[in-house]
T-cell receptor
Framework: GESVGLHLPTLSVQEGDNSIINCAYS??????FIWYKQESGKGPQFIID?????DKRQGQRVTVLLNKTVKHLSLQIAATQPGDSAVYFC????????????FGPGTRLSVLP | DGGITQSPKYLFRKEGQNVTLSCEQN?????MYWYRQDPGQGLRLIYY???????QKGDIAEGYSVSREKKESFPLTVTSAQKNPTAFYLC???????????FGPGTRLTVT
C-alpha cells in the first residue's frame, strides 16, 4: 500500500479467491488502526478496526493482522466477491483522543469474474 | 435514518469565487472533520472541530475556512486564496468516546 504518486497500487483477484491488502504505517506509538473501503465516487466506509495491543481481529469475511515489529497492517478478505471491488486504505490514530488520523493512499482491489 | 450528508455532490465554480460546501450530521457526534482527497494520495486534514464554536487547523488549512455554530453542521468555505481547489472533499464525524470516524458521501469540486 505505498504511495506511487498518481497511481494507486492495484490488486487483481479472481472471484472466490482470498485477497490480502497491505499497509505500512509510520508511527510506532499509534494506538489504533482502521481499514476503510471506498467505492468510486463515494465516501469511505468503516470495515474493521484493531487496537495496538492485539495481533489479529476477525469480522465477517475480513481479518486484520497487525505486526508492530515491522509496523505493518494487512486486511484479508475471504472468498472475494465483485462487490468487494473498491479502494481500501488504512488509518492510524496517533493519539488517545482519536482526532489525529493518518491515512494511507490506498490499494485498488479489482475482482475478476 | 442517521448519517452524514454532504451537498451538493458535484460543484462547479469559476476561479476567484468563494464556495461553501455543506456537511450535516444527525448522529449526535461531537467531533467533525474536513478532508481533501486527491488522486493517489491519502486523505489530508483541512480543519476539525471537537465542540461547537471551536475548530482547529489541520495540515492544509490555507485557503479554507470553517464554522461550527451548531453541533450538527460544519460548513467548509473554499476561498479564492486556495491555489488548487479542484478535489474531492470529504466530511467526517466521530463520537467522543469512540475512535472511528464516519464519512459523508463527498463533494467533488471543480474550479475552472
Amino acid at each position: 500500500g505505498e504511495s506511487v504518486g498518481l497511481h494507486l497500487p492495484t490488486l487483481s483477484v479472481q472471484e472466490g479467491d482470498n485477497s490480502i491488502i497491505n499497509c505500512a504505517y509510520s508511527n510506532s506509538a499509534s494506538d489504533y488502526f482502521i481499514w476503510y473501503k471506498q467505492e468510486s465516487g463515494k465516501g469511505p466506509q468503516f470495515i474493521i478496526d484493531i487496537r495496538s495491543n492485539m495481533d489479529k481481529r476477525q469480522g465477517q469475511r475480513v481479518t486484520v493482522l497487525l505486526n508492530k515489529t515491522v509496523k505493518h497492517l494487512s486486511l484479508q478478505i475471504a472468498a472475494t466477491q465483485p462487490g468487494d471491488s473498491a479502494v481500501y486504505f488504512c488509518a492510524e490514530i496517533e493519539d488517545n483522543y482519536g482526532q489525529n488520523f493518518v491515512f494511507g493512499p490506498g490499494t485498488r482491489l479489482s475482482v475478476l469474474p | 435514518d442517521g448519517g452524514i450528508t454532504q451537498s451538493p455532490k458535484y460543484l462547479f465554480r469559476k476561479e476567484g469565487q468563494n464556495v461553501t460546501l455543506s456537511c450535516e450530521q444527525n448522529l449526535n457526534h461531537d467531533a467533525m472533520y474536513w478532508y481533501r482527497q486527491d488522486p493517489g494520495q491519502g486523505l489530508r486534514l483541512i480543519y476539525y472541530s471537537q465542540i461547537v464554536n471551536d475548530f482547529q487547523k489541520g495540515d492544509i488549512a490555507e485557503g479554507y475556512s470553517v464554522s461550527r455554530e451548531k453541533k450538527e453542521s460544519f460548513p467548509l468555505t473554499v476561498t479564492s486564496a486556495q491555489k488548487n481547489p479542484t478535489a474531492f472533499y470529504l466530511c467526517a464525524s466521530r463520537k467522543d468516546e469512540r475512535w472511528e470516524q464516519y464519512f459523508g458521501p463527498g463533494t467533488r469540486l471543480t474550479v475552472t
